[in-house]
């Protein structure tokens, strides 16, 4: 099994932060971030070379909406680093058959009293926050709803974390694209002015303001991860983001490719392997200070801007497919161009996506056509 601190890059301070302690003072929230580090660092020790007679106590992760696309393969990743993994998913969009079978699974939804019961009694290491109502189209027929489960949630969830007085980090995922609206040249910067145009990217826009203020009045560790269109196997062909898996679907059927108007918009389309890691760096590499809204926020993309013409040809190509592109009129409403800066991951984080689109096309449509064959759930 591989150990939590193999691949990690070595400790760093944030660019763009914002400190709120002067140099050489030492407030309460540095002593038990210190506190914390040593905790975990004794733990990752235990997970390491101990007999049978002497079970280690693994490092403990709440992965919220792990029966999803994203989810799953976070929690995936956090097994492979050797965390003891626990699973809350309501199943409303998730499927029970991607949760992996050495997690702990809870039916229940993040609004409910149960939820909040199990954060403050088991005192998670780090709470992977993840599910959501996620379609943007849902959220503006239904913002109740959308706000209910995304926003109420959440504070579901961080009050829950506040009671435990455990030290938990949250990372939440958030949204590199509908967040900063079309108003902005991108690539969009983290501390670019925000106008998103829909429920749901508002609703995400509220958690993080509402993140930054555990953290300042609560002293709470939350990072917010700005994903970009997050593409890879067992993403469900729901939604604007699920271009690819729509594509790899109609090419496997044998039917056309359908791009709604000229299908030269952008999207900063990132493989989901390398958001599962940059989640896992978010988890255990070194808190950012906390302060305004941006100062604990990182865009996780590529930093390019692909359109849907070339994701079409480049699919085309790894499936070596010759089925029709064929253009529908263009969808109102529709962004134009998305897609972020990621300096600030790169070099507060220390991440850097690692797949390339080539090859991570080719992987996702390889997996949806052992899918379709049987080979895999
Ligand atoms: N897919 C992308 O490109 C993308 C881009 C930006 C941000 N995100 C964010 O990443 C996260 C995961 O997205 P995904 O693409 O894996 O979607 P997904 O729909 O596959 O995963 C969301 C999961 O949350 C679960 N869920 C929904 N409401 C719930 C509730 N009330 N209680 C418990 N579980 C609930 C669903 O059943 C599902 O398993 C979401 O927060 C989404 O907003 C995704």
């Known amino acids: 099994m591989s150990q939590a601190s193999d691949s990690r890059p070595p400790p760093r301070t944030v660019a763009g932060s914002e400190s709120s302690t002067p140099r050489g003072i030492c407030s309460l929230s540095m002593i038990k971030r210190a506190r914390l580090k040593v905790t975990r660092q004794k733990e990752r020790e235990s997970i390491r070379g101990k007999g049978k007679e002497n079970r280690p106590t693994l490092p403990k992760v709440l992965v919220t909406g792990g029966a999803g696309f994203i989810g799953s393969h976070v929690a995936d990743y956090f ?3 050797g965390y003891e993994v626990q699973i809350v998913d309501d199943l409303s969009t998730g499927k029970r058959g991607n949760v992996p079978k050495k997690a702990q699974f809870h039916e ?8 909040a019961q199990l954060v403050r009694e088991r005192k998670f290491d780090v709470i992977a926050h993840l599910a959501s109502q996620m379609d943007v189209r849902k959220s503006v027929a239904d913002p109740v709803n959308d706000a209910t489960i995304n926003i109420l949630g959440t504070l579901n969830l961080m009050e829950a974390v506040r009671a435990s007085r455990a030290g938990t980090r949250v990372v939440f995922t958030s949204t590199g694209g509908a967040l900063y609206g079309d108003f902005n040249k991108p690539p969009n910067l983290e501390t670019y002015p925000k106008d998103p145009e829909s429920p749901y990217a508002i609703s995400k826009l509220s958690i993080e303001l509402y993140l930054a203020y555990y953290g300042r009045v609560h002293g709470l560790d939350a990072i917010a991860l700005r ?3 997050v593409y890879g196997p067992r993403q469900d062909p729901h939604g604007e983001a699920g271009v690819v898996a729509i594509f790899c679907g109609r090419i496997l059927n044998n039917r056309p490719l359908t ?3 000229d299908g030269l918009q952008t999207r900063d389309y990132v493989y989901v392997g390398d958001v599962a890691r940059a989640t896992w760096i978010a988890a ?3 808190m ?3 302060g305004r809204l941006d100062a604990r926020a990182f865009n996780i ?3 390019v801007g692909t359109s849907v013409v070339d994701i079409a040809r480049k699919l085309q190509r790894a499936a070596g497919s010759d089925v029709p592109v064929e253009f529908a009129p263009h969808r109102p409403g529709e962004q134009q161009e998305s897609f972020v800066n990621i300096d600030k991951a790169k070099a507060g984080l220390g991440w850097t996506p690692e797949v390339s689109l080539e090859e991570g096309l080719a992987t ?3 997996w949806f056509a052992q899918r379709m064959s049987g080979a895999v759930a």
Do not use: A, H, M, R
Request: glycine share 18%; net charge negative.
């Open 79 to 81: 097994l492979d680093k």
């Open 108 to 115: 229940i939804s993040v609004t409910s009293n149960e939820f």
């Open 227 to 229: 994903f970009g269109n």
């Open 259 to 261: 791009v709604f108007g």
């Open 284 to 286: 255990t590499g070194p």
């Open 288 to 290: 950012p200070e906390k």
């Open 301 to 303: 993309g590529t930093g």
């Open 364 to 366: 996702t449509y390889q």
